[in-house]
């Protein structure tokens, strides 16, 4: 085991000496330990999501739920930048709006079909994150929040004044995915359940992209890259010291927040048709920062919580549709007040769990148990003091 | 010569409202989001008090001092309930809980005056149309005139209070170290409600005018004027008054020039360029002190 | 033994205020050394240009032959383009190239990621050496899955090498003091470093916790890691260190075994003061340390106020 470990990772000039012991393997179950339990929830919503279709196929219902699965990839995307890596991006719709307009401008001025759209619109969200990032990513946080900001603005009266992207009027006629002369469009029967409308179709398109960037974030965000975005966020000295390169660690939390609201602005271009600088205020910035920050900062449940409560609230309460806007508001400040970590904070333990906290490791007293050749001169200042952690390791050896 | 005058005057809204910006940062740290939206609140202060007396279309000046002066006691106390219910319980946070909490509190406000004034936008009761006439070519009206002499005044008595009394030189007292002025006997929580409260009648003024001036008023109009105002302050170097006024105007005429000579429709287009250019560039903006950063 | 690290001429101004005036040491390969100094002398100043974080005036810092303080061309002093050019990453390496390169350092006032695990942080500190990429991180696959079970059983080995002893899982906010200052040497000594610096590694801990500091220490030294240490425990330096460096006003005064540097009029003085008004600001314990050997195992028992007696070993 230990020896093809070696080999994952990189040549170094100090390894550490072997774990004293072993630690216990983690619990894999779906009751007995957060992951698992996390796993079989996430895939219980999946299956309810793409259910839902088969219950309630009106197409004003199909398409809430699409628009509310893209604000999910949105959040997703957000999560990243300001939850793991701790930027605050108030331009974020800024990049969902060149994804959109990318894809818009392809298919219709450019007549290409939509899936050669994907790589574009990638491809311009990677560069649209490098130049929005590479000069103000060395800013202060406070500095950052309102360039951002500046950059959204610059972008939506942008697209409001070029032709190219049609002015205030947009995109419209934006045509949807079509493979091989088949296109979505012309809907689909499987087992004789009828897909007539593109709408439904198109939902399961987008709760498919939809989960693999849930689950593709979620991933990013435990891994090497992941840790080194938190580890900024929490002290940025710090984590310069440990061999992170910030602005690197930063500038991709960047493009990999950019390259998910593209692909959300793509989906979103597809399921409107049309597209228009009024979608791209700043208002759905903040919208999406709320959700965010609602659902909790940096964690993925809360996240997709938030997402869902900001973007079906005032379609499920239309009363509260004309004061939402007050509401979110008040509800931001009292979040930040009195729950700051929000409703589903990242560092949450299911209650039931929580009793069950891993017992700590077995007394090792790895200090004192060291030191074969220990130099003469010292043993006894060391040892005649009461209380050390030593002293039991001691007797032991002694014994 | 036409385009400087102009300049000026937009200049001189960016300076009031960016004073208000560089005060609190420079007191706590703390960019004020919901400083634009103090600026919107004074405009519809002065428009609910006059509509409730059921004033429309007056030119009079002397009630636009009083109103001028209502607005800012008002948006003065707002600016201060705000620090004390938002921003006060967070003083020790994160910064990222803060500016979230500003966006928030900008929220609130905005939305707010849209549930009570309704989201079209609304005539200002107060309009100065007078005559105008030329000077060495340069159309200037009656009303420009009072306005930059009014923004004038006000920041003339700021400079007195920051420089010559009490209140000011605790307020520069705690800028340069909280804690250390605390232990002196300066009442800090005291003297920031102050600069909430200076800063905030200041936007408030500033809303009033504009009112006057453009002669329609509606619940958004403080987001874009905020981000200039900041841009102004960034730009003169943040947290120095004078900076923030010199940013304002100079903002104000930048934007002046640059709409002539590239399209109006890019104007703003062209402030926030110079946002970044300078933030990249020259962060500490012209007359900002430089931070040494210590560990 | 060759010279790990060698700090040439080094100084740093903050405005008119010099905070490193002229500095020059060597370390060498596998040994202990002190960086001593009354309050205010610059040391922590020195650590920060060492390791990259801050900006050098003049100087030159070569580790492992490898130049750590990059020479500006004139010009650029001239055209006062020269803060321009280092924030945008020119004539300067960063601190993380430093740590690449093999030289880790702990802060004077513990800076552990309060929102990670203790495992977490410590792994934090392996990013330069974990083979993941982006796709093989997204896929899962199994080289990530490996990268990650190695950098966890690696960060475990280290928690184990420094004596860590509560859960691992645990946030590192939730940890006592002690415990805390351990993770933090740990997650230096994930980053794999030839070089240790620690910048006041026992302020804050008690007798016995600094006694199992002096024992971690050695065993550091016995990986093969030199360790630099800022300390103002005077019996611990004393007990510890192979050589001792010391400053005063930016400047070294004296350099040499703890012996030497004991019997050091300079040194006394330096702590002590000629005259009332030029004596800095201290610490008693501090002052008294350095007046002799005598004090020294006096400031001992001082700190260890519980403990029994034992300055009789010093001496």
Not at chain 1, 247 to 275: E, N, P, R
């Amino acid at each position: 085991m230990a020896r093809d470990l070696a080999g994952a990772l990189k040549h170094a000039p100090l390894r550490a000496p072997a774990p004293l012991f072993e630690r216990p393997r983690a619990a894999g179950g779906i009751f007995d330990s957060q992951r698992g339990f996390m796993r079989a929830l996430g895939g219980l919503v999946v299956v309810l999501v793409a259910v839902l279709p088969f219950l309630d196929a009106s197409p004003y219902t199909i398409s809430i739920a699409t628009s509310a699965l893209i604000y999910v990839m949105l959040c997703m995307g957000l999560n990243v930048v300001v939850g793991y890596a701790g930027l605050l991006d108030l331009g974020y719709i800024a990049f969902f709006a060149v994804g959109a307009y990318v894809s818009g401008i392809f298919t219709t001025v450019l007549g290409f079909p939509m899936w050669l759209a994907l790589p574009a619109t990638i491809a311009a969200c990677i560069i649209a994150g490098i130049i929005i990032g590479a000069p103000t990513l060395r800013l202060r946080s406070d500095y950052l929040a309102i360039v951002t900001l500046g950059f959204g603005e610059i972008i939506r009266i942008t697209a409001n004044n070029l032709d190219i992207t049609g002015g205030p009027s947009g995109i419209h006629g934006i045509p949807t995915w079509e493979f091989l002369g088949w296109s979505f469009a012309d809907g689909f029967t499987i087992a004789g359940l009828e897909f007539p409308e593109r709408v439904v179709f198109y939902y399961f398109v987008a709760l498919v992209v939809i989960v693999v960037g849930v689950i593709g974030a979620g991933r990013l965000g435990k891994g090497k890259l992941g840790r080194a975005w938190k580890a900024v966020r929490d002290d940025e000295d710090a984590a310069e010291a440990m061999g992170i390169n910030t602005y690197i660690a930063k500038i991709s939390a960047y493009i990999i927040g950019a390259v998910w609201a593209g692909m959300a602005g793509q989906l979103m271009a597809t399921h409107l048709s049309a597209i228009s600088p009024n979608s791209f205020q700043f208002l759905y910035s903040a919208l999406i920062l709320m959700a965010v920050v609602l659902g909790g900062m940096g964690s993925t449940p809360g996240v997709i919580i938030g997402a869902l409560f900001v973007s079906l609230a005032p379609e499920l309460l239309r009363d509260f549709a004309e004061w939402r806007y007050l509401i979110f508001g008040i509800l931001l400040v009292v979040v930040m007040l009195f729950r700051p970590a929000g409703l589903w904070p990242a560092t949450a333990v299911l209650p039931w769990l929580k009793k069950r906290r891993p017992t700590p490791p077995p007394f090792t007293a790895a200090v004192g148990a060291y030191e074969p050749n220990e130099p003469a001169v010292e043993p006894s200042v060391m040892e005649s003091v009461d209380g050390l952690p030593a002293t039991d390791a001691e007797e032991g050896r002694r014994a | 010569m036409q385009l400087i005058w102009n300049g000026l005057i937009v200049g001189s809204f960016y300076a009031l409202v960016a004073l208000g910006y560089s005060m609190v940062y420079g007191i706590i740290k703390l960019l004020n989001f919901a400083h634009g939206d103090i600026y919107m609140l004074g405009a519809f202060v002065g428009f609910f008090t006059l509509s409730a007396f059921g004033i429309s279309n007056e030119t009079s000046i002397p009630l636009l001092l009083v109103i001028l002066l209502l607005s800012m006691v008002t948006t003065g106390l707002i600016g201060v309930g705000i620090e004390r219910i938002a921003y006060r319980p967070l003083r020790k946070s994160p910064r990222l809980a803060v500016l979230i909490t500003a966006i928030g509190v900008s929220f609130t406000l905005e939305y707010g005056v849209r549930q009570i004034f309704g989201p079209n936008p609304e005539a200002f009761p107060i309009r100065l149309e007078s005559a105008g006439f030329d000077i060495a070519g340069v159309r200037v009206t009656a009303s420009q005139i009072v306005l930059v002499v009014i923004a004038a005044a006000l920041m003339l008595v700021l400079a007195h209070i920051v420089e010559r009394t009490r209140q000011g030189r605790a307020m520069r007292a705690i800028a340069l170290d909280p804690q250390g002025a605390q232990l002196m006997g300066v009442n800090v929580n005291r003297v920031i409600a102050i600069v909430f409260f200076i800063g905030s009648s200041l936007a408030g003024a500033a809303g009033v005018m504009a009112g006057a001036y453009y002669g329609s008023i509606d619940f958004l109009m403080g987001f874009i004027i905020g981000l200039k105002a900041f841009t102004a302050a960034v730009i003169g170097g943040i947290g120095n008054l004078y900076g923030a006024m010199l940013g304002g105007l100079l903002l104000g005429l930048l934007e002046s020039f640059g709409a002539a000579w590239f399209g109006g429709e890019w104007r703003d287009v062209f402030a926030f360029a110079f946002l970044i250019l300078f933030l990249t560039f020259k962060p500490t903006g012209l007359l900002g002190a430089r931070v040494v950063e210590r560990m | 033994m060759s010279a790990l690290l060698e700090v040439t001429d080094l100084r740093l101004q903050f405005g008119g205020v010099k905070a490193v005036d002229g500095l020059s040491f060597e370390v060498r390969e596998g040994e202990i050394l002190a960086v001593i100094g009354p309050n205010g002398a610059g040391k922590t100043s020195a650590f920060n240009c060492i390791s990259g974080f801050y900006l050098p005036t003049s100087g030159s810092v070569v580790f492992r032959g490898m130049h750590i303080v990059r020479e500006v061309p004139r010009i650029w002093h001239t055209l006062r383009l020269v803060q321009l050019l280092q924030r945008f990453g020119f004539y300067r390496v960063l601190p993380s190239r430093v740590t690449k390169w093999g030289m880790a350092r702990t802060f004077q006032n513990l800076r552990l990621f309060r929102e990670l695990s203790v495992l977490d942080n410590v792994k934090t500190a392996m990013h330069a050496n974990l083979r993941e990429g982006f796709w093989s991180t997204l896929l899962h696959t199994p080289g990530y899955r490996r990268a990650e079970a190695a950098c966890a059983r690696e960060a475990q080995g280290w928690l184990d090498f420094v004596g860590f002893e509560d859960d691992e899982e645990l946030y590192v906010t939730q940890l006592p003091y002690g415990e805390q200052r351990r993770v933090e040497i740990a997650r230096a000594l994930a980053t794999s470093p030839k070089l240790l610096l620690l910048d006041e590694p026992a302020a804050g801990l008690n007798f016995s916790e600094k006694q199992s500091l002096v024992r971690l220490i050695r065993k550091v030294r016995d990986l093969g890691v030199a360790v630099v240490l800022i300390e103002h425990d005077m019996g611990m330096v004393m007990e510890l260190a192979e050589r001792i460096v010391v400053l005063n006003y930016g400047k070294e005064i004296a350099d040499g075994t703890p012996a030497e540097i004991k019997a050091n009029p300079v040194v006394i003085e330096a702590y002590l003061g000629v005259d009332d008004d030029t004596e800095p600001i201290d610490d008693t314990r501090l002052r008294s340390a350095a007046v002799s050997a005598a004090a020294i195992a006096e400031a001992l028992v001082d700190a260890g106020e519980s403990s029994r007696g034992n300055g009789g070993d010093e001496r």
